[in-house]
């Protein structure tokens, strides 16, 4: 979400949020002053290292209704858990062969434009990769490497919230079998810790036996995040125009976006340079 690099392109054409330019003078000045608050508490606290960079704490803010005790929480949560979870966050190199591969898969993929209510739409390829090759965490970490940026292209479409299609087409016990308790719960835990949030986790594509494996992870939900779980046999109930072909839209195809999406992370190997600077300072 932080980098210095003003040079990074927006791939959406989107109404801009104003901090997220630096155009601060756009922005009332209650928020201004809240994110020098936010900035002031980072400086008395340096174990939390969060990025101060006035977009980054404006989008944290945003998220959280302009609640400034929320934002904290918030802020703290998350370059914790970038501390916590260094098989996740050290080491984002795209050109890695693990990473590359993972890539040209597919396995997250961030739809063209919005749904009908303006949320920013995600396709999550929950059996796209293949078990005996790739680990489950360097999944999580190719996915979460691609959201980052996706919030550095997007922060107004990802502010509003995210809608994430779970397509599990292709499901095998070899990919149920990669996930223990612990990971689920790291894995839940992740949806909240960072700072747009999930409006909508459709499961699509799902077999028989899908809630037996839910329920695991329904287990480390929220009652909230429960409330927004929705398993279906096939097809979606999301509105977008842009939804890839293989979920009978009229957007780009999975392979294609697979394809856009390793392209965008080349480019832009800087941007998780800067990003693994700000992480909490764990105590030992």
């Known amino acids: 979400m932080c980098t210095s690099d003003e040079n990074v392109t927006n791939i959406e054409h989107q109404d801009s949020c104003p901090a997220m330019n630096n155009d601060q003078e756009l922005v009332p000045n209650g ?40 934002a904290k929480k918030k802020i703290k949560t998350f370059y914790q858990m970038r501390a916590e979870r260094g098989e996740w966050f050290d080491n984002c190199d795209p050109l890695l ?13 961030p739809v063209d434009g919005v749904d009908d209510q303006q949320r920013k739409v995600v396709i999550i390829r929950t059996a796209a990769h293949d078990p ?16 980052d940026l996706l919030l550095k292209f997007e922060p107004d479409n990802c502010a509003r919230g995210i809608v994430a299609i779970l397509d599990m087409e292709g499901v095998q016990l070899g990919h149920a079998l990669q996930l223990s308790p612990k990971l689920i719960k790291r894995s839940v835990e992740s949806w909240t810790a960072y700072p747009c949030q999930p409006k909508l986790l459709e499961f699509t594509n799902a077999p028989r036996h899908v809630n037996i494996f839910l329920n695991t992870f329904r287990v ?43 392209q965008l992370l080349e480019q832009h190997a800087d941007f998780y340079v800067e990003q693994g600077k700000y992480k909490s300072i764990l105590r030992r």
């Open 132 to 147: 005996k090759r790739h680990t489950q965490n360097n999944v999580f970490k190719t996915s979460k490497m691609i959201l």
């Open 31 to 70: 928020e201004q002053l809240q994110v020098q608050e936010l900035s002031y508490w980072l400086d008395a606290n340096p174990t939390i290292n969060g990025c101060k960079d006035y977009a980054n704490l404006h989008f944290f803010l945003r998220t959280c209704k302009f609640d400034l005790d929320r």
């Open 220 to 262: 480390f939900m929220t009652a909230k995040i429960r409330s927004r779980v929705m398993v279906r046999r096939e097809g979606t109930m999301v509105n977008c125009k842009q939804l890839p072909s293989n979920l009978g839209g009229q957007g780009p195809s999975y392979r294609e976006l697979a394809f856009k999406w390793k």
């Open 97 to 109: 062969p693990e990473i590359q591969d993972l890539l040209s898969v597919g396995v997250f993929l």
